[in-house]
């Protein structure tokens, strides 16, 4: 979406994402709009608002993106040592490789879906209406229907997954006159994966192999 964490901003703010958008005013003494995640069980001490909370709702097997085991890579394990078959007459002579592999398999996939809420005090209600709908036309041009989300994996290499806009939501609601909150939700698919496969180590051959034919 474009926010940034800001080092120069106090602590604790200095450790969250922070996002400006033309035409929308940040919390008094912020240094912008502060975009936040949640777990589903996660409750929160304080809200500053207007904010931007990005709440992961359900992780569903993706059957039908399933593929047999696959090995997706092959390279010499840690401490592996190099080896060279003997020259012979064989198809294999003097092939060189090492004597230990590491291989990992495909990723199991999955579809994760995550929804955006924009949310606001309907304090200075005009004011405020116009801010959430900025924001919430500010997201609709980062998440189309139909986009691409990059992520970074553990190793930092940048992944990228096909997106689906599900929904829209109105999230206005009513419990008390002056404390009542306006939004929008925005549900998202990404059809993403898992990489909880371990990874294995193998032998390899380091001598060509001999048959031997014993008459019975």
């Known amino acids: 979406m474009g926010a940034c964490i800001i080092p120069s901003a106090p602590i604790p703010?200095?450790?969250?994402y922070w996002l400006n958008i033309d035409g929308v005013d940040p919390p008094p003494g912020k240094p912008g709009i502060v975009v936040?995640?949640?777990?589903?069980e996660a409750e929160f001490k304080s809200m500053v608002l207007p904010m931007i909370l990005i709440r992961r709702d359900d992780i569903s097997p993706a059957n039908e993106r399933w593929h047999s085991k696959h090995v997706t890579y092959?390279?010499?394990?840690?401490?592996?040592?190099?080896?060279?078959l003997p020259v012979n007459n064989t198809a294999l002579s003097g092939l060189k490789g090492f004597d230990r592999m590491?291989?990992?398999?495909?990723?199991?996939?999955y579809d994760i879906t995550y929804t955006i809420s924009i949310l606001a005090h309907y304090r200075g209600a005009i004011g405020q209406r116009g801010a959430v709908q900025r924001i919430f036309e500010y997201i609709l041009t980062r998440f189309s229907p139909y986009s691409v989300v990059t992520v970074f994996d553990d190793?930092?290499?940048?992944?990228?997954?096909?997106?689906?806009?599900e929904a829209t939501s109105v999230l206005d609601e009513h419990?008390?006159?002056?404390?009542r909150i306006i939004g929008f939700g925005v549900t998202l698919r990404v059809e993403a994966e898992l990489d909880h496969t371990t990874v294995e180590i193998v032998r390899t051959v380091t001598q060509p192999l001999t048959l031997n034919l014993i008459k019975l």
């Open 13 to 16: 703010d200095n450790q969250r």
């Open 36 to 40: 936040t995640f949640s777990f589903p």
């Open 74 to 84: 092959r390279t010499p394990a840690e401490g592996a040592l190099p080896v060279t």
């Open 102 to 109: 590491e291989q990992g398999f495909q990723a199991i996939p």
């Open 155 to 165: 190793e930092g290499d940048p992944r990228g997954y096909s997106s689906f806009m």
């Open 175 to 179: 419990p008390t006159v002056g404390e």
